[in-house]
């Protein structure tokens, strides 16, 4: 697989160049490809250094909100305590965790080894107080 994230929210789509018939109208004009890197850079840190050096939030697998329901048992087993420690391994700069956060669980712990991603995201949420970021 070589296409990123959940949706199509990718703003590094690359428009193809129009092409026109000898009468004007465009003959191919529909169809974006998606600038991406190959799939064996997303196994190098300085890839996702780099990449986390200016990218603000993107989310690869799904939004929070499509899977609570079916986390919650796990979350919070049968007593509906939402204080057990999560921790969110690899977490990017998914809003994923704050979603979490702002859903009641308070104890999450975010690893990732991209030191920019964890020192953005430690910034961006300082208002989330027992959210723990940490780099591996
Ligand atoms: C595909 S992104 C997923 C980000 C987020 N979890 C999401 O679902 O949107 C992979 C993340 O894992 C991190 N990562 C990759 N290898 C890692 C490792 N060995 N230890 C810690 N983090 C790692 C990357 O820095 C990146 O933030």
């Not at 109208?25 to 196994?43: E, G, Q, R, V």
């Not at 104890?107 to 964890?118: C, G, L, M, R």
Request: hydrophobic fraction near 25%; include cysteine.
């Amino acid at each position: 697989m070589n296409s990123e994230g959940c949706d199509s929210g990718n703003n590094d789509a690359v428009p193809e160049p129009q092409q026109h018939s000898s009468d004007g109208d465009i003959i191919c004009n529909s169809i974006s490809k998606p600038k991406l890197p190959k799939n064996s850079m997303y196994a190098q840190h300085k890839y996702w250094e780099e990449r986390f050096k200016t990218e603000e939030g993107f989310e690869w697998l799904c939004c929070y909100d499509d899977v609570a329901e079916q986390l919650a048992p796990y979350l919070q087993k049968s007593d509906g305590n939402k204080n057990r420690r999560i921790l969110v391994l690899g977490c990017g700069n998914s809003p994923f965790s704050e979603d979490l956060y702002n859903a009641g669980y308070r104890n999450i712990v975010n690893i990732d080894y991209s030191s920019n991603v964890i020192h953005r995201m430690e910034e961006k949420n300082q208002d989330k107080t027992s959210m723990e970021w940490m780099e591996s």
